[in-house]
């Protein structure tokens, strides 16, 4: 698992991810979405957000193409670590979602920090070659 991923998973898992919700209760700012401008819950900050989902998608398309019908199960793993997905290897299965979660999460503050785009390819690239780095199982 990366290890930057498991900090923010325990985020998720904990529900202390910093929504534009409660960010905006510290400083004035708008408490939606900052792509979308939508309400923004948990599930919203990690894959129901349209900017966001896509990234999701192709990830799994491209790791568990025969589960992506299942994307729900995937997302009960994501949000409460149930329901692991059974075709996909759970040391698999956390690694692959511990690298998406942490370029989720980085490339959104990097946007919101520096002004880089929140660029769905990129992110998808990014989360391939980190991937990579890791051993098959
Ligand atoms: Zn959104």
């Given at each position: 698992?990366l290890?930057?991923?498991?900090t923010?998973?325990?985020?998720?898992?904990?529900?202390?991810?910093?929504?534009?919700?409660?960010?905006?209760?510290?400083?004035?700012?708008?408490?939606?979405?900052?792509?979308?401008?939508?309400?923004?819950d948990?599930?919203?900050?990690?894959y129901?957000?349209?900017?966001?989902?896509?990234?999701l998608?192709?990830?799994?398309?491209?790791?568990a193409?025969?589960?992506?019908?299942t994307?729900?199960?995937?997302?009960?793993?994501?949000l409460?670590l149930?329901?692991?997905p059974?075709?996909?290897p759970?040391?698999?299965?956390?690694?692959?979602?511990?690298?998406?979660?942490?370029h989720?999460?980085?490339?959104?503050?990097q946007?919101?920090?520096h002004?880089?785009?929140?660029?769905?390819?990129?992110?998808?690239?990014?989360i391939?070659?980190?991937?990579?780095?890791?051993?098959?199982?």
């Open positions: 698992m290890p930057n991923g498991r923010t998973w325990y985020k998720v898992l904990s529900n202390t991810i910093p929504s534009q919700h409660i960010l905006a209760k510290m400083h004035p700012q708008a408490p939606t979405c900052t792509y979308c401008h939508q309400h923004e948990l599930a919203h900050f990690v129901q957000c349209p900017i966001k989902l896509p990234i998608e192709t990830v799994l398309v491209m790791y193409p025969l589960d992506f019908l994307q729900i199960r995937y997302l009960d793993f994501l409460y149930r329901h692991p059974s075709r996909l759970l040391k698999r299965a956390l690694t692959l979602f511990s690298v998406t979660l942490h989720i999460w980085s490339h959104h503050w946007c919101k920090i002004g880089v785009p929140f660029q769905g390819h990129r992110i998808v690239r990014a391939v070659n980190q991937v990579r780095s890791f051993p098959l199982d």
